[in-house]
Nanobody, 126 residues
């Protein structure tokens, strides 16, 4: 069974940076689009960024564009999220997820993100 394991969360001051990692246990990692989601207390899970199987296509929500960078290393089966200039509205549990196909234009819907990690907490102090 495929497993996704996130790491890299923690406490950072506003304006600081964190790099999240998501290690996948499968050799077919490179066959699928991957994404980062987040969920703050009392809110629904929202997409932050998504990346195609090759890394050639990326998308971001408006609040993340220009501050966050999603990338992947298919040789190591690892997904990354570099988060810079963190803001007080960014704290949440961040999850990585695997899509069912190499790319999608329906990345905002959680429906077809079939494999999820356990999440890593990101806290931003003001």
């Amino acid at each position: 069974q495929v497993q996704l394991v996130e790491s890299g969360g923690g406490l950072v001051q506003a304006g600081g940076s964190l790099r999240l990692s998501c290690a996948a246990s499968e050799r077919t990692f490179s066959n699928y689009a991957m994404g980062w989601f987040r969920q703050a207390p009392g809110k629904g899970r929202e997409i932050v960024a998504a990346i195609s199987w090759s890394g050639g296509r990326t998308v971001y929500i408006d609040s993340a564009r220009g501050r966050f960078t999603i990338s992947r290393d298919n040789a190591k089966n690892i997904l990354y999220l570099q988060m810079n200039r963190l803001k007080p509205e960014d704290p949440a549990v961040y999850f990585c997820a695997r899509y069912a196909t190499p790319w999608t234009t329906s990345y905002e819907s959680v429906t077809y993100w079939g494999v999820w990690g356990q999440g890593t907490q990101v806290t931003v102090s003001s």
